[in-house]
Nanobody, 124 residues
Framework: QVQLVESGGGLVQAGGSLRLSCAAS????????MGWFRQSLGKEREFVAA????????RYTDAVKGRFTISRDNAKNTEYLQMNSLKPEDTAVYYC?????????????????WGQGTQVTVSS
């Protein structure tokens, strides 16, 4: 069992930055690949970024490439999402997730555990 708790969301002006953190409980954090998803009002949850269990492979949705960076610290059982050059269209609830598959995962259906979400609001 893995429990995930996100933090770091908030209100920021366009062009600003935020860093989201996802703290995981459990001794097997390092065996899971991790991801970030987001959901804005009236839309389906969408993939943002993912990282494999080693932290050596990452993937991003095209909309955030070059602006967001996903990383993890297995010693601290924590995943991060550094978000720079934020845009109003990045406004959403951001969720971290853990997958029992070790490789990078893009599909919500391959994730086993989810956090409760943290709100990110970018004003224009």
């Amino acid at each position: 069992q893995v429990q995930l708790v996100e933090s770091g969301g908030g209100l920021v002006q366009a062009g600003g930055s935020l860093r989201l953190s996802c703290a995981a409980s459990g001794r097997t954090f390092s065996s899971y690949s991790m991801g970030w998803f987001r959901q804005s009002l009236g839309k389906e949850r969408e993939f943002v970024a993912a990282i494999d269990w080693t932290g050596s492979r990452t993937r991003y949705t095209d909309a955030v490439k070059g602006r967001f960076t996903i990383s993890r610290d297995n010693a601290k059982n924590t995943e991060y999402l550094q978000m720079n050059s934020l845009k109003p269209e990045d406004t959403a609830v951001y969720y971290c997730a853990a997958s029992r598959f070790a490789t990078v995962q893009y599909d919500t259906r391959t994730y086993d555990y989810w956090g409760q979400g943290t709100q990110v609001t970018v004003s224009s």
